[in-house]
């Protein structure tokens, strides 16, 4: 008898475990690579909700903006920022490339608050593949592309 009891408060028990487990696991944000997939699945679908959702337009910007001397930044910001949003967008030539590709997202790699994504572009007539990494950053427990090579 003693033992039927014990049996059933374990099973109890696993089932209280799993039932919190399964709570914790659903409430938790998506991971990078899953991030940079429903990301490139918006651009292709035209969806700007969930682009704007998983892009920080302001930091992409910024990054592509690198190159240029730092008194050119300030007034390309709002040029390069239009830019790269009517690239991900309708004709953008971001979409349009990515739609005639097989997309592969790859391995992530994640340090803190930072992450890495390594996508593949196959073109599906020549089957030349072109390699990039997608990085993503940590903002509000919520991970967000910061930089692609488009």
Not at 97 to 124: C, L, P
Not at 133 to 146: P, Q
């Amino acid at each position: 008898m003693l033992q039927k009891i014990f049996i059933l408060f374990f099973l109890f028990a696993g089932s209280i475990g799993l039932v919190f487990f399964s709570s914790v696991q659903c409430s938790k944000s998506p991971s990078p690579r899953v991030v940079v997939m429903d990301f490139m699945e918006a651009v292709n679908k035209n969806d700007t909700t969930t682009i704007d959702k998983y892009l920080d337009l302001d930091k992409f910007a910024q990054e592509k903006m690198k190159d240029l001397p730092p008194e050119q930044r300030e007034e390309a910001f709002p040029k390069v920022k239009e830019q790269l949003r009517n690239n991900l967008l309708g004709n953008g030539a971001t979409r349009l490339k990515w739609q005639n590709k097989m997309i592969v997202v790859n391995k992530e790699t994640i340090e803190g608050d930072q992450a890495v994504v390594e996508v593949s572009f196959v073109d599906q007539k020549t089957g030349v593949t072109q390699y990039t990494r997608t990085l993503l950053y940590k903002k509000d427990n919520a991970w967000k592309i910061y930089y692609f090579k488009d």
